[in-house]
Structures are given as C-alpha cells and as structure tokens.
C-alpha cells in the first residue's frame, strides 16, 4: 500500500486530523510493522508537529530516523534531510522505498537531469523525503525557493557542525543559514554521540529557537564490552576467526588506523579460508563501493577497514566489531561499535589496546588544529581501556549518563578487581572541588589533598581550606586512580572549555552529602587478560535455531532476486519474531514484529509457506 493509499485510508476512516498521536501510530504500523514507538520517538514527533526546533540524541540503532519520517508522513509538505553520505542516502532512500514511502536524493550520484526531476517531484508533493548533502542543499538554496513546500529540515549526524565534535566537517559550518532564510520553517538535529559541550554547540551554530531537548540513554545493554591488552597479529587474527566461526551467517567489522594493517589482516582471513574485504580511503571509488555492496548484501563475513567505513551503513545484523587498534577518543570508539547489534539482539565487542596505538594517535594529534581537546578526550580513551570500573559506567558517564551499577556484561564485571568503600576519601576529594570554586584540575586538586607546599598553591590561597592536606596519607598515585575513578562514574566532570576544570555532578554530590556509598577498585598490578572464550559450539542446533537459519537463507534468496541487501527484507530481530510465532496465514503474519502492509502482501506467502513445511 503506497503512501497516498494509506493518508486516504486515514481520511476516509474520519479519524481527526489534528490526533497527531493516532495518526502517527497508524503510520507507523502500517508503514514498519510496529505496535508503537519506543521511549520518547512520539514526543520528539509531538514537537517538530508543533513547529518546534528539536535536538535529538539518541544512540546508533536507536530509532531517529522514525522521528523525522513520520512527520515527513504526517505534513502537507516534503521533509529535506541533510545527509554527510551518498552511501547513507542511498540506504535510508531504499528502506523507505521498499516500505512504500515516497523518498529520493539529489546528489553527484545522479545525472544532473535526474537531480533537476526529483527537485519538481519534491516541489510537486510527490515525494516526502528528500536527501542532500550540506554542500548541496547550500548550492540549491542560492536559487529555489523551499519556502511553501518544505515543513522541516532534518540534519543527520548533526555533530559533525560542532568543534567540540568527534567528527567536525566544514561544509556543515553553514547550516545555520536555514533558520535565517527559513526562520519558520522547524529543524531537527540528530546525531548518536555528543557530550554535552557538544549538544550546546550544536543548537548554537544552528541558531535553534528554544529547541525541544530529547536525550535518550546511550546505553546499548546489548553489546558486550571487553578491552584486551594487544597480543601478537596471528592471536588478534586466531580471535577474529573464533567470532567468524561464532557467527557464520552474519557480518562483522575490524577496525584498524593504518591501511597497511587493515590490508594485513584482510589477507590473513582471507587465507584462513574466510569471506573477507577491505576497505580504506587508499582504494578506488570502486573499489570501496564494492566492498561496502558485498558486506551490505551478506557476501563477506567480514570487512578490515580503517574508520572511513561504517558511517552510511544501516545493516542490522552486525553481529560483532573489533578494534585492531585504540581509537582516538570515546565518541568514535561508541559511534563505532554501536554499529554492532542494531536489531536489538546480542553483539560483541572488542579493543585491543597497547601503547604502541597511544604513540601513533598522539602524532595525529599533534598535527591537528585542536592538540589541547584532542590530548584530553585521548586520556580518556586511555583510561577507558585501563579503568578498573566497569567499562559501562565510564562510557555513560563520559556522555553525561549516570548508571548506578555495574552492567554484568563488560570483561571488567566478569572479572572484577578488588574493591572497597571509598566514601571517605571521594568526600575529600569532592569537598576540596566546591571549597576551590570548582577552578581545579586533577593535579592541583591532589596537591590540595596531600598537602603540598608549591608555590602556586599557596598564591591562590587553597592552603587554607579546610580540606588542605586531609589525603597526605594515601599516595598520589592512588589519589590520582580514584579521582579517575569518580569521573569514570560519573561524580566528576572536566569542562574541557573551562581549562579542564573539574565540576560535581549530581551524583557527585549525593556522594558527598553522603545519600549514597561509593565502590572503588584497587587495581591488580599484575592483572592478566582472560582467555577468549572462543571456542566453536559444537552442541546440536535446536529446532528454533534451525528455522532462523533456514528463514536467513530464504531472506537473502529474495533479496538477491530483488537487487537489495537482505536486511531491507526484514531485519534479524523480524526473523526471530517469526520463529517465535511460526505464523502460517496471512492475518497471522501481520503481527509479526517489522512486518508493515506493504511487506506483508509481498513476502506474506514465501516466509508463511516455508514456516508449514518446517512445522
């Protein structure tokens, strides 16, 4: 059922216009194959429904782009959405297509005429979505009006306008001309990763008007977390071919810094016997479209590839990311492995880290524009990987979440260190913070602590607060692994454009009006990895684990037939559905979870068919 089939289907049923609620869930049933929205998708709707300027973060997988699409549904209008990628284009433009929304992208992809075709149909009511690049919609905007045909502007991967960003991109710097030429017109920024500083940013240099706020949690419980100090090329290479064999059916990422070392482990796979690609900015536009085809279609079982990979892949069964080598700050390492687990079902994820990496990323960040932010966000990659606290809460904690305890599916949790009640001193610790006006770093705040007599101490005065020397009995080294520790949990915070001072959080000050206790970990000096539970599973497949299996290989025979990737059938997450409710009629199928109207009268027969034959 195409989309003016089913606003008819809305009219012709009486239902209010104005029951934006209703509405939404309608199309949201008919369209995807969902019951109703996840946690905020409908107040975020509610406000750009409103003509609010809206700020939505939300993690990889998380649902934004619903929150676009279906006010692009529910509008008179066409919905513009600025895209970094041709790549993500083309796979957000394909989903909706094949779920019978109208959607199209103008970009150097097309011939200019078919550009110019798609701009009429856009301004004709023809199509709801339309994709550009920000260098684009710029270019466009010198001459045709998007005024009386556009209801909003959704900036995808909105970080990328903002310094402070892990990903900061030029051609997004002048996005902030929308609201000047188009200051009624609503925006929407998304993106999965910005700090707060970022966020901040981002509704700056866009010039958002009182913008509706919706920060969902960064949590992916999913994904398993586990850092193991580097071993040798051939054990890195032994572990990625235990998670291949782990998952045999399904997709997975390695991610390196160098091309050398993603080519390096590429043949190694390869001559291992396993489906393998590459894939780094060094090879041909063809090339790198080949390779991103094969993983999307299901043909490798693993893509080696530097980090110019990933970002305009909306693949849902990647079942497991490696980091060959450390990332240079959170943001990336989180946008990175959120690529894993999209459907909701479990993934793994692993970073080998060594000092080695740490000497190569501080030469990158030598030669960029920002050494002083990127050599802090850097540290905290570090400590990341060195932290004795679940690995979790110092993610969480970095982007301004706090999560009580520990997520029982990190290495750390799995294998925790020792720890003790560390109240006391994390009170001295966070007393000393607010008596300074929180104008302190780590290294002052210790001095503080110990007692120490240097001179710039002294000139400022904090000899004599009250909490001047009340730590001389713990050495600095230990003060400077539990002040780590309370920002990993997220009591403390840097304000990297504060000079990196420290600031309480409002955890931390529960901690120190003594509402609540805090665990601290003694770090094991001779702390060794544990071993790699990789072993193949050589228990027999259950029936339910059959069926999946035999549905994938039917999914991927439609999807070769049709020309897209298997997950634009329907996702994993779909499949398992259907395993659980082995639907055999039609009315049965539909309620299958991610199974809309349009899925349903194309597949309902082949899926419901197979799923007798199995019973």
């Not at 810094?257 to 390096?264: D, F, Q």
């Not at 400590?383 to 904690?397: F, I, K, N």
């Not at 037939?561 to 082995?582: A, C, H, N, S």
Request: include cysteine; glycine fraction near 6%.
């Amino acid at each position: 059922m195409t989309y003016s089939a089913v606003m008819t289907t809305l009219s012709d049923n009486g239902m209010p216009q104005n029951d934006i609620t209703k509405q939404a869930r309608a199309l949201l049933n008919r369209f995807y194959g969902y019951r109703d929205f996840r946690p905020g998708q409908l107040d975020i709707i509610k406000s750009i429904m409103s003509g609010r300027d809206t700020l939505v973060l939300m993690p990889t997988g998380g649902g934004k782009s619903i929150c676009y699409q279906i006010p692009a549904m529910l509008g008179e209008g066409c919905t513009i959405v600025i895209s970094p990628l041709i790549s993500l284009m083309k796979d957000q433009v394909s989903g909706l297509n094949a779920n019978g929304i109208p959607a199209a992208a103008i970009n150097s992809g097309n011939s200019e005429i078919d550009n110019r075709n798609v701009l009429r149909e856009a301004m004709r009511g023809k199509i709801k979505l339309l994709y550009m690049s920000p260098e684009r919609l710029m270019v466009e905007m010198e001459h045709v009006d998007f005024r009386g045909w556009v209801d909003l502007f959704a900036i995808d991967e909105a970080h990328c306008i903002s310094q402070w960003g892990h990903d900061f991109r030029p051609e997004y710097s002048a996005l902030g001309l929308i609201k000047k030429r188009m200051g009624n017109v609503p925006v929407m920024a998304l993106t999965a990763t910005a700090d707060k500083l970022t966020r901040d940013d981002i509704a700056k240099q866009l010039s958002l008007c009182d913008p509706f706020v919706y920060i969902s949690s960064f949590d992916r419980p999913n994904l398993s977390l586990r850092v193991i100090p580097a071993p040798p090329k051939s054990k890195k290479v032994a572990y990625i071919s235990r998670l291949i064999d782990r998952y045999p059916d399904d997709s997975g990422i390695v991610y390196t810094l160098s091309r050398k070392g993603a080519e390096a482990i590429n043949a190694e796979l390869t001559l291992k016997g396993y489906k393998s690609t590459v894939y780094h900015a060094g090879l041909s536009a063809s090339e790198r479209d080949r390779a991103q085809e094969m993983f999307i279609n299901g043909e490798v079982q693993a893509v080696c590839a530097t980090v110019a990979f990933g970002m305009g892949i909306d693949k849902s069964n990647i079942r497991w990311v490696v980091h060959s080598n450390m990332p240079r700050n959170l943001e990336s390492y989180y946008q990175e492995i959120g690529r894993a687990g999209r459907d909701g079902m479990k993934a793994e994820t692993t970073l080998f880290y060594s000092y080695a990496d740490v000497a190569t990323l501080q030469s990158f960040i030598n030669e960029s524009g920002q050494r002083e932010i990127n050599q802090e966000k850097l540290k905290r990659m570090m400590e990341y990987c060195e932290s004795p606290v679940c690995r979790r809460r110092v993610l969480l904690s970095y982007f301004n979440e706090v999560l009580d305890h520990d997520c029982k599916n990190c290495d750390v949790c799995l294998s925790p260190p020792e720890r003790f009640d560390g109240t006391i001193p994390a009170q001295m610790a966070l007393s000393a913070i607010i008596r300074t006006g929180e104008k302190t770093g780590i290294q002052m705040l210790i001095d503080i602590l110990r007692g120490s007599a240097r001179t710039e101490l002294i000139n400022l005065g904090y000899d004599k607060i009250k909490t001047y020397g009340v730590g001389r009995m713990i050495p600095f080294v230990e003060w400077n692994e539990y002040i780590s520790q309370l920002i990993q949990l997220g009591a403390v915070d840097i304000a990297y454009n504060d000079s990196n001072h420290l600031k309480i959080t409002p955890y931390g000050q529960k901690i120190l009006r003594g509402e609540v206790t805090v665990m601290l970990a003694r770090r094991q000096k001779e702390a060794t990895a544990k071993k790699s539970r990789g072993a193949k599973n050589t228990a027999p497949v259950n029936p339910a684990e059959q069926l999946f299996s035999e549905l994938k290989s039917l999914r991927k025979e439609l999807a070769a037939k049709e020309g897209i990737p298997p997950y634009l059938v329907f996702t994993d997450k779909t499949l398992m559905d259907m395993v659980r409710r082995r639907p055999v009629t039609m009315n049965e199928f539909m309620q299958v979870e991610g199974v809309g109207e349009r899925k349903c009268v194309k597949y309902w027969a082949q899926f419901t068919a197979h799923i007798s034959k199995f019973k």
